[in-house]
Structure formats: C-alpha cells, structure tokens
C-alpha cells in the first residue's frame, strides 16, 4: 500500500514540475516575444517620433541663435574690408577675421546653451506609437520622454560672388551652423544631425574681382589673398 502512495505521491510531483516548467517556458516565449515586438516594430516608430522632435528643437535653436548674431546690427563693411589701387581696382578682398570668429563663437555658444535649455522638457510621443502599429502610431494621448540631449555645434562664414551686371558682382555671405545632437532615450541613443544656412548681408562690388576670389568659399579664407 505504501508503495502506492509513494508513486502515486510522486506522480503528483511530476504532474506539478511538468506544469511549473511548461508555465515558465510560455512565459520565456511571451517575454522574447514582447522584446522582439518592442525592438523591431515599437521602438523604430518611437525613434522616429522622437529624431523628428529633436530636429525641431536644433532649428529652433540655430534659428535663434542666428536672429541674435544678426541683430548685433552686423553690416557688410563690419565682416569685409575692399582694398583698391590708386586706380579703383581691387587689389584685395580681406575678411574681418577678428569679428568672424566672435560672432561664430557667440553663435556656437548659444546654440548650444539654447538647445540643452530646450531639451530639458521632455518629449511628447502619442500613445498609438507603443503598439507599433503605424497606421494609429500618431494618435492617443500623449507619452512624456526625458531626455538628455549632448552634442556639438559648429559654425562658419560662407562666401558667394554672383554676377550682378558689367563689371558688378554681387557678394553675399551666409552664416551656416552645423549641430549634432545625440540624445539619450530610454531604450536607445538617437543621433541627429542638422545644418541651416542663413543670409546675413550683401553688397554690389564695383570692379573686377580676382579669380582667386569667386573660387573662395569660405569667408575666412579671404585673408591676404592677392
């Protein structure tokens, strides 16, 4: 009789650890399941979603920063100097390379302090986005992100001659910030890279203007070109 119970005991036991490791399989596959649901269909949505805000933070804060310089009142004769013979002709075109790198600084220097200010709010992604499903990824309420944005902000001065008439060249230099943000997500670091390029002033040159010139196209690199 007891051997009966033992086995019977023990049948139970096999009965219980068969059921424990089939519940413990299912939940491994659930689980794989979830994370490879949430790593190739929600989390590329929510990457977007977020790359896409981030670009609008960077504009925001090259557009501001840009406004800033150019509200210094910066004209054409501040950032290039005409120098001309005793004949009218010029002889050299030199950038200001003093005021250049000022203003590059400032604007770099804002960009940068405008774009971690801004990115202390968290990002909004839309409820829909979390079931990776793209049809309704922009609907529902919105989800609140931290983020952690980190990068780097550069700037120059660009330079473009264009023929205005006989002997006129129009001179127009830009301002061009570049940014690379890399922000951390919770589930993953997104890099964004941004650039935008901004008229800032304009003269008509009388004159012939050196070959050496109309190929330059940086602003800086007028210095002491003959």
Do not use: W
């Not at 005991?9 to 596959?29: D, E, N, P, T």
């Not at 609140?144 to 230099?173: D, M, W």
């Amino acid at each position: 009789m007891s051997n009966i119970y033992k086995k019977y005991f023990s049948a139970k036991k096999s009965v219980k650890r068969s059921r424990f490791v089939l519940f413990f399989a299912i939940l491994v596959f659930v689980f794989a399941v979830f994370i490879l649901y949430f790593t190739f269909l929600v989390t590329p949505l929510i990457v977007d979603t977020s790359r896409a805000q981030i670009k609008v933070f960077a504009t925001k804060s090259m557009n501001f920063a840009i406004t800033e310089a150019i509200n210094q009142n910066i004209s054409y004769d501040d950032l290039v100097n005409i120098i001309t013979d005793g004949y009218g002709k010029i002889n050299m075109i030199q950038a200001n390379t003093v005021k250049i790198n000022n203003l590059s600084t400032m604007i770099e220097r804002i960009t940068l302090s405008h774009l971690l200010e801004v990115g202390k709010k968290p990002i909004q992604i839309p409820l829909g986005a979390f079931t990776g499903i793209t049809l309704i990824s922009g609907y529902g309420p919105p989800v609140e992100i931290e983020i952690f944005p980190y990068g780097e902000v550069g700037c120059r001065f660009l330079s473009q001659f264009v023929s205005a008439g006989i002997n006129q060249t129009q001179h127009k230099i830009y301002v061009q910030v570049d940014t690379l943000v890399n922000v951390v997500l919770p589930f993953r670091t997104v890099r964004v890279k941004m650039s935008n390029e901004v008229l800032v002033c304009e003269s008509v040159i009388i004159g012939e203007i050196p070959e050496t010139y109309l190929k330059s196209n940086a602003l800086n690199e007028m210095t002491g070109l003959v």
